[in-house]
């Protein structure tokens, strides 16, 4: 059984080297295949000095090359951080600095979008791009490799190092409350107890077919791939332009598991399915969000037969709660119980233990609890705390993941989501930083003021409303605002409406009154 993330690959290469792992477009390599290129990979990383406990940044869509290194970097004994492909270069900036990383794998053409920022990421030693072709009118003060030159500098001699399951193997990067991305610390533990837990209630085996449409820095879609993986079964990996793009897959995939958030449900619900999928399409997983219950009335309308797992989660903690699809029809709008092997509590302010339909906090206790957030206590301090229901005679402190999410549970102990404590905006299963966006608008030199909200939709969770005042009385800005924010935020950041204020709402301490706005009639 595995204890390490990358005996996930070697394990399930053992018992099902010929069977196929990974599916891209029209590509496919079995297990032997990915095993093999992963060993190379990660003897050619030591070769070109990555360390114990070093940072590999892994800047990619999902494609091989993308997985191998993953494992490679893990099994050299290296931390990987999956770095989100829609981010945009200052974004990218932040996390390599922010964690130090010595390696950055990338495409070419990536790296040519990325050059200019590279310059003050004093950490990075090595550039690794995935084609054989070295990019041109690129001239960078680290090394560069191409894929095959880098693959050639593997010696079979090479030793690994010595690697146990409470080292860190990666850092994920979230967005919190205030200021830039947190990168979430990973164990080994972590990972394998995240990914035994989830196979077990989905009943995985080796016949499955997992379809990957979600990032794989998101903790959500990484799973993805380790249980699949971890069950010798197949991963297909999907970044998709259009919904009929996902139905079109599942179809010819002949996929069994398809995990997503509000949105892809949304567009994806109402299309016609053929009538073959009904045949090998046997679940669907939501998580990143609360699915409205008319898009969970025409799922099952269309696919009565395939079961839907409603979850909850937060990277901090990978995953806290599923809801069993016969439970559905009477508990639409609940998050359902611990997975296996978490303890989920709910929580008074003053950390005594909530009664039944009291509201109070949700606290994540166990295994799946991650290390911190990556170089930042104070940050780590607010979230990470000593687990309520501790037995006092025990001398170290046992540390649960407090989520400031606000739930309850009923009187047979199933768990309903009722909000957060914290500003964070969440939309399209992206956890948002309000402070993020706003300091962007300052950067633009167009206001003087800005406040981020983000306002309850039906689908997408959460929809992003940006208030700001200008810098002069007759200030009408919003289109030269939005234009700023499509340059240089993600997609899933771009306010989706731009208002313009004489002035903001002040409360008592002279701080802006965000209450006051969401309030506001000004949604209407």
């Given at each position: 059984m595995p204890i390490l993330f990358h005996h996930i690959l070697s394990c399930s290469a053992q018992n099902h080297a010929k069977s196929v792992a990974l599916i891209h477009k029209k590509n496919t390599w079995s297990y032997q295949e990915l095993n093999e290129l992963t060993d190379r990979q990660a003897l050619a990383l030591q070769e070109i000095g990555l360390k114990p406990q070093a940072r590999v940044g892994i800047f990619l869509p999902k494609q091989l090359e993308t997985v191998s290194s993953f494992f490679s970097t893990a099994k050299a004994g290296g931390i990987f951080v999956p770095i989100n492909p829609v981010l945009k270069p200052s974004q990218v900036e932040h996390i390599l600095n922010d964690c130090s990383v010595q390696i950055l794998i990338t495409s070419a053409s990536r790296l040519k979008v990325l050059s200019e920022k590279l310059s003050r990421c004093s950490s990075l030693t090595a550039i690794i791009i995935v084609e054989n072709k070295m990019p041109e009118t690129i001239s960078l003060s680290q090394s560069i490799l191409t894929w095959n030159n880098f693959l050639s500098l593997a010696k079979d001699n090479s030793s690994y190092?010595?690697?146990?399951?409470?080292?860190?193997?990666?850092?994920?990067?979230?967005?919190?409350?205030?200021?830039?991305?947190?990168?979430?610390?990973?164990?080994?533990?972590?990972?394998?107890?995240?990914?035994?837990?989830?196979?077990?209630?989905?009943?995985?085996?080796?016949?499955?077919?997992?379809?990957?449409?979600?990032?794989?820095?998101?903790?959500?879609?990484?799973?993805?791939?380790?249980?699949?993986?971890?069950?010798?079964?197949?991963?297909?990996?999907?970044?998709?332009?259009?919904?009929?793009?996902?139905?079109?897959?599942?179809?010819?995939?002949?996929?069994?598991?398809?995990?997503?958030?509000?949105?892809?449900?949304?567009?994806?619900?109402?299309?016609?399915?053929?009538?073959?999928?009904?045949?090998?399409?046997?679940?669907?997983?939501?998580?990143?969000?609360?699915?409205?219950?008319?898009?969970?009335?025409?799922?099952?309308?269309?696919?009565?037969?395939?079961?839907?797992?409603?979850?909850?989660?937060?990277?901090?903690?990978?995953?806290?709660?599923?809801?069993?699809?016969?439970?559905?029809?009477?508990?639409?709008?609940?998050?359902?119980?611990?997975?296996?092997?978490?303890?989920?509590?709910?929580?008074?302010?003053?950390?005594?233990?909530?009664?039944?339909?009291?509201?109070?906090?949700?606290?994540?206790?166990?295994?799946?609890?991650?290390?911190?957030?990556?170089?930042?206590?104070?940050?780590?301090?607010?979230?990470?705390k000593p687990v309520p229901t501790q037995i006092h005679e025990l001398p170290i402190t046992e540390t649960a993941v407090w989520s400031g999410d606000q739930v309850s549970f009923d009187d047979e102990g199933y768990l309903y989501f009722i909000g957060r404590d914290d500003e964070m905006i969440k939309t399209s299963g992206y956890r948002v930083s309000p402070t993020e966006?706003?300091?962007?608008?300052?950067?633009?030199?167009?206001?003087?003021?800005?406040v981020a909200l983000g306002i309850k939709h039906e689908t997408l969770g959460q929809t992003i409303h940006v208030f700001v005042t200008g810098k002069n009385s007759n200030c009408n800005c919003q289109l030269d605002l939005l234009s700023y924010c499509k340059e240089k935020l993600p997609n899933y950041m771009v306010p989706e409406n731009i208002t313009v204020l004489d002035a903001f709402p002040k409360n008592a301490n002279g701080k802006i009154d965000r209450v006051a706005l969401t309030s506001s009639s000004i949604y209407e």
């Open positions: 190092p010595q690697i146990i399951d409470t080292d860190i193997v990666a850092i994920l990067y979230t967005s919190g409350s205030t200021g830039k991305p947190k990168g979430v610390i990973l164990s080994h533990r972590n990972i394998i107890a995240g990914t035994k837990s989830v196979s077990k209630y989905l009943n995985l085996t080796c016949y499955d077919r997992l379809l990957a449409v979600l990032p794989l820095s998101f903790d959500y879609g990484l799973n993805q791939l380790t249980t699949a993986l971890y069950s010798g079964a197949c991963c297909v990996m999907l970044d998709y332009l259009l919904p009929r793009d996902v139905i079109k897959t599942i179809e010819q995939n002949k996929i069994t598991g398809v995990a997503g958030v509000p949105p892809l449900f949304a567009q994806i619900s109402s299309l016609s399915w053929p009538e073959s999928i009904k045949s090998h399409l046997r679940y669907f997983t939501n998580s990143g969000g609360k699915l409205a219950v008319s898009i969970i009335n025409t799922l099952q309308k269309q696919l009565p037969n395939v079961q839907l797992f409603l979850m909850y989660g937060l990277t901090e903690a990978f995953r806290s709660t599923y809801l069993l699809p016969e439970q559905l029809k009477n508990r639409p709008d609940s998050i359902g119980k611990a997975i296996p092997n978490a303890k989920i509590l709910v929580v008074r302010k003053d950390g005594s233990l909530c009664n039944a339909n009291e509201p109070g906090e949700l606290v994540h206790c166990g295994s799946l609890v991650s290390l911190g957030y990556w170089n930042n206590p104070e940050e780590t301090a607010k979230r990470y966006i706003e300091d962007e608008l300052y950067a633009s030199g167009l206001v003087k003021e800005a």
